[in-house]
Structures are given as C-alpha cells and as structure tokens.
C-alpha cells in the first residue's frame, strides 16, 4: 500500500530548529506534491506548506511564514521541513501528504499520507 513516513520529530526548546522527513512508500516523488500538515490537541489540522512536482513552494499559514521552509532531495526521494525559531505552538503532531503535481490547503485533496511525527516545543 502506498503511503508516507515522516521522522525527526522530538522535543526542542524554544527558539530551537528541527527537520522534519518524509520519504515515500512504494513511489517516488517525480511527479507529486507534497504539502506538510499539523494538528495540534484540540484543532483542526491545519496545512503549513506545500511543494508541487514542479515549481517554487506555497506557504498556507501566516505564523510559520519567515520560520519554516520545504525543501526536496529527488536524488534521496525525500522532503523535508526545515523548522527554525520554534515556538510553544509549534507542538503538534506533523504530518506529510501527497497527490499527483498540485498543491491545495485542503487535506482531503491528498491521497497518501504519513502517520505523523511529534514535535514538541518545551523549556
């Protein structure tokens, strides 16, 4: 069954940087975006970021705008999620998703998705 793995998630300071994974399971990346979700306890999950099979990055949500970034290694078949100053509420647990070439804030849009990885932000 196809689907996604993320890792790297943990506990980090405030002010403190993480990256995030998110390799494919039985397909590669070529020709999907990947757009990276959170859900915190409690909320909606919420779409951060997204990066489409061709083409420059759409950021979805004004509070990680200037903090975290998408990247993509083709060579590894993995993107990433660069999170740098984090924030008490940047805790959530972060999820990875994909569909075929274009990107949307709407999570029911994605077809495959990871079983998330905890960040927790903590002093």
């Known amino acids: 069954q196809l689907h996604l793995v993320e890792s790297g998630g943990g506990l980090v300071q405030p002010g403190g940087s993480l990256t995030l994974s998110c390799v494919p399971s039985?397909?590669?990346?070529?020709?999907?975006?990947i757009a990276w979700f959170r859900q915190a306890p409690g909320k909606e999950r919420e779409a951060l970021l997204c990066l489409p099979s061709s083409g420059d990055s759409t950021p979805y949500t004004d509070s990680v705008k200037g903090r975290f970034t998408i990247s993509k290694d083709s060579a590894k078949n993995t993107v990433f999620l660069h999170m740098n100053n984090l924030r008490f509420e940047d805790t959530a647990v972060y999820y990875c998703?994909?569909?075929?070439?274009?990107?949307?804030?709407?999570?029911?849009?994605?077809?495959?998705w990871g079983q998330g990885t905890q960040v927790t932000v903590s002093s």
């Open positions: 039985g397909f590669t990346l070529d020709y999907f975006a």
């Open positions: 998703a994909a569909k075929g070439y274009e990107c949307s804030r709407r999570a029911d849009w994605y077809d495959f």
